[in-house]
């Protein structure tokens, strides 16, 4: 079964400092994987996905996301975090061959303090 | 780039009465949208895939008969939460896949900016 996990309910750093998002997969065959990001009381924004080429990938608003093959990880992150990066994120796998079903993880809360 | 509208984004309600939420793609054809529900501070739980056409596929769990969906055309569904109760207050969150898929450089899924539902 295709599964994600965040294993942070809620992250905190300081405007300015980097910021990490932690995200784990268990996925059979090759990992899609995604990032989107939930601001209060609205639907998710796409921030980045991989599946394949480079372990980097870069993505919306200054994010970026390393895959890691060997830790299974795809941790969300950016160099010098916002106060308006304050949002829930969300680690996401597809279910199956549908590209429109997912599987997400429980959600990291980030607040940015300045 | 694929929008998503949903209608209402807000809509309180008294206990045994029916919601409809509409969720439309505005730019693009949706042979098929999700529903997902998400309860405070928790993650978003897939629902049902709608499907232009025909019936909708409910995942484990879900009560068709309590959370009827409808998706007569190309770029509308909805989601009619019958004789509701307190404890189907939530946030409703429709997508829908704008065709192009994993490889290419778009976005793959869209979501609508959701509908909170109270139910009193």
């Known amino acids: ?12 750093v300081a405007e300015g400092n980097p910021l990490t998002v932690k995200c ?11 990032w989107y990001v939930q601001y209060p009381n609205r639907g998710l924004q796409f921030l980045l996905k991989y599946i394949t080429g480079d372990n980097l990938v870069k993505g919306s608003y200054g994010f970026e996301a390393e895959f890691n093959k060997s830790q299974t990880s795809f941790h969300l992150k950016k160099p010098s975090a916002l106060v ?20 997400f993880g429980a959600g990291t809360q980030v607040v940015v303090t300045p | 780039g694929a929008v998503v509208s949903q209608h209402p984004s807000r809509v309180i309600c008294k206990s045994g009465t029916s919601v409809k939420i509409e969720c439309r793609s505005l730019d693009f054809q949706a042979t098929t949208m999700f529903w997902y529900r998400q309860f405070p501070k928790q993650s978003l739980m897939l629902m049902a895939t709608s499907n232009e056409g025909s019936k909708a596929t409910y ?15 190309l770029t509308l569904s909805t989601l009619t939460v019958t004789s509701a109760h307190p404890e189907d207050s939530s946030f409703y969150i429709c997508s829908a896949n704008s065709g192009q898929g994993p490889l290419s450089g778009a976005n793959v899924l869209t979501f609508g900016a959701g509908s909170r539902l109270t139910v009193l």
């Open chain 1, 1 to 12: 079964a295709q599964s994600v996990a965040q294993p942070e309910d809620q992250v905190n």
């Open chain 2, 59 to 73: 995942e484990q769990g879900v009560e068709k008969d309590k959370f009827l969906i409808n998706h007569a055309s």
């Open chain 1, 24 to 34: 784990t997969y268990s996925v059979s065959g090759n990992p899609y994987l995604f």
């Open chain 1, 84 to 103: 308006s990066d304050s949002a829930l994120y969300f680690c996401a796998v597809p279910l199956g061959d549908s590209w429109g079903k997912f599987q």
